[in-house]
């Protein structure tokens, strides 16, 4: 009985095994079935012409003049040939998964009767197919197709139907911003409505407004003062300009008296990059979109495209805290002479002859701020706790002879530090905690 037991399970686990490979086998092969819906002589090269509706049954119509495909309503749109032409292949190899009506008075039953897509062809011996798109399978995703030459209702790939979801603007070729490599930007002007800002790059730095000799962008401020920029926020800047890029085109052609459509008469912001030597890229923001993005163009082109809202938040949010240096200890050991730190009424002296001076020194550049001063609670006064000072002694700098870094309580969790009397960084009191240990 256990041995016939046994036999009967492995007959129905055998049974089970061969009728699922049958049934894969089966839908493999259905799958594999394909159904010819229009003559071969409309192949993608054979195709001059197609229109088609869009969902809001507008009729886009487009033919090819000279392997340039042209928008028929207006011969100016400048048509993005690659997003045409993926819609033309697409048309060419478009076949049915499979028949499934031959009864044409049951078009009602298949969304038909109004059709949810119209599409037209034509090809180079002027022959024409239209398609017409009816409802959307909800079990197997597929769309019901009829057409005017087999007069039979087919299945048909969703990606068939999906590859037609597009407006005329979607189907533009948006003008091409300059592609620029970051190391060649000199200059960025950016006015908006609190001033003037100007990013400066000097590949030799500026001695006189920067200590640790290891800058080199400057920033000027509406009031016309000057200040070195932190190294990556610097880069953040400048990456907004290297990969300048747009969501979308809203209209082209644009006229000068249009330019108030878009906030764009009188921009909210005007950005000038300059770049290898002589060259300038322009770039105009306008009013917000519907949607919260901005309206931009630029210099050269007549197009108005929609730029992504942070980006434009950042530009516009540019202010004195923006570019400030977050590792203001960073001075390099071979700048520095002397560094003599005192905690209260300790001190200790390093000179570079000292063995620990490079790892001292590299110790004390890896302390970045993690807040600014004008992000604190107010002013600080009265806070218990140990005063830090930092003076370095430097070799040859044009002006600074000597950097003087004070680190004052601030609060339970961080300490305020000034460079030469000006405070504008918090650190964490932890990393102070660390210098304060050095000295003891």
């Known amino acids: 009985m256990i041995v016939l037991s046994i036999l009967l399970v492995l007959a129905v686990i055998a049974y089970i095994v061969l009728f699922v490979n049958r049934q894969n086998e089966e839908e493999q092969q259905e799958t594999e079935k394909t159904v010819s819906i229009y003559p071969q002589d409309f192949d993608a090269k054979n195709i001059t012409a197609f229109s088609f509706t869009t969902d809001k049954s507008q009729v886009l119509d487009f033919e090819n003049k000279d392997n340039t495909w042209t928008y028929k309503k207006d011969s100016k749109f400048p048509v993005n040939q690659s997003n045409v032409s993926t819609m033309v292949s697409t048309l060419s190899s478009l076949v049915g998964k499979r028949e499934v009506e031959s009864n044409l008075d049951k078009m009602s039953d298949y969304g038909l009767d109004k059709p949810s897509r119209v599409i037209t062809l034509t090809n180079s011996s002027n022959q024409k197919v239209t398609l017409y798109f009816g409802n959307v399978n909800n079990i197997t995703g597929d769309y019901y197709l009829y057409t005017d030459k087999e007069h039979k209702i087919y299945s048909t790939e969703s990606a068939n139907y999906t590859a037609f979801d597009s407006h005329l603007m979607d189907l533009i070729a ?19 409505s609190d001033g003037t800002w100007i990013a400066t790059f000097k590949e030799s730095g500026d001695s006189k407004l920067d200590y640790t000799g290891e800058l080199t962008w400057f920033l000027t401020n509406p009031s016309k003062v000057q200040s070195g920029m932190d190294s990556q926020a610097a880069d953040e800047l400048i990456s907004h300009f290297t990969d300048f890029t747009v969501e979308s085109c809203v209209a082209y052609g644009v006229t000068k008296a249009q330019l108030k459509n878009y906030g764009l008469d009188h921009p909210r912001m005007t950005i000038q990059v300059a770049y290898d030597t002589t060259k300038k890229f322009d770039i105009f923001i306008g009013s917000k979109t519907p949607e919260g993005s901005y309206y931009v163009k630029w210099k050269g082109s007549n197009q108005v495209c929609v730029l992504n809202k942070d980006t434009v938040d950042y530009l516009l949010g540019i202010n004195n805290s923006t570019f400030i240096v977050t590792n203001p200890l960073n001075i390099a050991s071979s700048a520095v002479n002397k560094l003599v730190i005192n905690v209260d009424k300790n001190s200790k002296t390093f000179t570079s002859k000292d063995s620990n001076f490079e790892e001292l020194i590299s110790q004390i550049q890896a302390i970045n701020s993690e807040k600014f001063y004008s992000q604190g609670g107010g002013e600080y006064s009265e806070i218990s ?34 460079v030469n009397d000006k405070t504008q960084w918090l650190i964490n009191k932890l990393d102070v905690t660390k210098l304060i240990e050095i000295v003891k």
């Open 174 to 192: 948006i003008d091409s911003a300059p592609s620029i490599d970051s190391s060649l930007i000199k200059t960025i002007t950016m006015k908006k």
């Open 385 to 418: 706790g140990n005063v830090v000072t930092l003076t370095y002694v430097l070799k040859d700098h044009k002006n600074f002879n000597t950097v003087i870094c004070k680190l004052v309580p601030y609060d339970k969790d961080y300490y305020a530090l000034s």
